[in-house]
């Protein structure tokens, strides 16, 4: 078992994404500079197009069973390359008691120990101040596809992983459903199709939630967005509605919180 100290999302983080009040939100230990660029893709048991948790809410149904994807197209921690890095963290992920939140984290079998190590000290800069319980870590094949269109989202852990997601566009080719969202890499998020999500590793947790929630980004994220906290994340209450300080950043951004 690896102590791995991610947010209430992952999202996701989470990624997942249950923060304390602004005045406990310390950061954590000091970390080298970091900068990465890629895609995250996470399917949850929300209702499809409506996150709560996404816009400062907790799950209506209570507990969510989740699963928040990362794959780092190219960037750097310190010293360490992160370019093709890839993993899953599945599990409960979203819990008005926090004390609840689980999750097994999946490596791609390509990375590196320095990248695992890179990822969870990262995360843990970004959600030190409320870790949830990490069950497990393993090693496996994750293959992640994007259509040449950017429509399909697809990702497959053999035997437990099963996920695709589809990208609605308008008729310009512009992708519809693109929300302000609190999430681990980013304030934006695009609602998919979730066709299929379907997990099942025995002994851990199993379900079919395919037609729930689901959404993709691609982000570019750094070390100082989080230090000069420009992330919608950084100032949720989780009450439901967005905050004051929310609502101005969704403004400038050209967005509605409606």
Known sequence: MIALRVATILLFAFSGLAVAADDAKSMPKQVPDFDVQGVSMTECQCTAYACPCRSNGHPDHGSCDAADFTYIKHGHYGKVDMSGFKAAVVGDLIDPDASKVHATVY??????????????????????WNPPHIVGTKLVDIDFKVSSDKNTYTLTIPNILEEKGVMKRDKDGKPLNVMP??????????????????????????????GHQANVKEFHTTKEMYANK??????????????????????QMGMKAD
């Not at 420009?230 to 403004?251: F, N, P, V, Y």
């Open 107 to 128: 490596f791609d079998k390509h990375a590196t120990t320095a990248q695992q190590e890179a990822f969870k000290e990262m995360l843990a800069f970004m959600f030190g």
């Open 181 to 210: 969202a609190m999430d681990l890499w980013g304030n934006k998020i695009t609602y998919v199709d979730n066709v299929v999500f379907k997990y099942h590793d025995p002994g851990v947790g199993e379900w079919d939630l395919s």
């Open 230 to 251: 420009k992330l919608l994340m950084q100032h949720g209450d989780m009450s439901g509605t967005w905050t004051a300080e929310q609502r101005k950043m969704i403004e």
